[in-house]
């Protein structure tokens, strides 16, 4: 990762195919009668609505290049905040759901700290730390979110 119209184009579409793919799974939970995973996937795809925004909203005036899904280089086989599709398996639970989306966050804080450690140029490195900050948020959210759960406590999405 080189620049900073580059590193946007990428988070744009790393938070695109995370929030497609909560989507996805709320939709799958929603259609397999569990509405308590669908809540959960549905509010995780409006978080990643809102990032997408964020980045869209930061590439404002920069020329940002124009991939296509096969010219991303992902560090696996989908873009690192793309839950696992299993999850779309009308019998996960809570659980399950939470940590599903608690290895999505992982992978995308990750992501954005291996492009912080490793960016030379200024800007990109502050980029990525400010990428990584929000996705840190995350990760303690659905941390917080699995400790609750666990204790028998109810959501902040129910």
Known sequence: MQTVEEFLAYAIELEK???????????????????EVSRLFRQLAE????HLADARNRSGYRNVPNLKAAEFEWPDIESPETAAIWAA????????????????ESASLAYYQSIAATATDPELRRFATEFADE????VNELKRWLEL????????VD
Do not use: C, W
């Open 149 to 156: 759960h666990r204790k028998g406590e109810p959501l902040p």
């Open 47 to 50: 978080y990643s609505r809102m």
């Open 17 to 35: 195919d995370a929030a497609l793919r909560f989507g996805q799974l709320a939709d799958a939970m929603q259609t397999a009668g569990n509405t």
């Open 135 to 138: 996705e840190t948020q995350h």
């Open 89 to 104: 398996d009308p019998f996960v639970g809570r659980e399950q759901a939470l940590e599903i989306a608690l290895d999505a």
